[in-house]
Nanobody, 127 residues
Framework: QVQLVESGGGLVQAGGSLRLSCAAS????????MAWFRQAPGEEREFVAA????????SYADSVKGRFTISRDNVKNTVSLRMNSLKPEDTAVYYC????????????????????WGQGTQVTVSS
């Protein structure tokens, strides 16, 4: 399995921006569908965004559409999440996830589908 390490979280005021990065180990990164999930205290893990193996297909949660952008670099083995116009309700621990399969619009939003997870990075948005 691929090993994932997130970075880039922090404290930001509402309306601000952050960029999360996820570095993956292994030589088969380009074979993985990648995603970002988040989890607030007392809440279930929630889908944020997913990107296909070559970056050609992307899916976003409705709550972040138009504000967040997911991207990947298969040379550097990284996936990023650019977050703009942040809101207090975006406060959560953000997790990078990977699954060694093709992008499937029906399943990419289901956290049970993912086999590899990072340790998470905290994002806090103050009002």
């Amino acid at each position: 399995q691929v090993q994932l390490v997130e970075s880039g979280g922090g404290l930001v005021q509402a309306g601000g921006s952050l960029r999360l990065s996820c570095a993956a180990s292994g030589r088969t990164f380009s074979g993985y569908t990648m995603a970002w999930f988040r989890q607030a205290p007392g809440e279930e893990r929630e889908f944020v965004a997913a990107i296909s193996r070559n970056g050609g297909r992307i899916s976003y949660a409705d709550s972040v559409k138009g504000r967040f952008t997911i991207s990947r670099d298969n040379v550097k083995n990284t996936v990023s999440l650019r977050m703009n116009s942040l809101k207090p309700e975006d406060t959560a621990v953000y997790y990078c996830a990977a699954v060694l399969t093709v992008f499937d619009a029906a399943t990419v939003k289901d956290y049970h589908a993912y086999k590899s997870w990072g340790q998470g990075t905290q994002v806090t948005v103050s009002s």
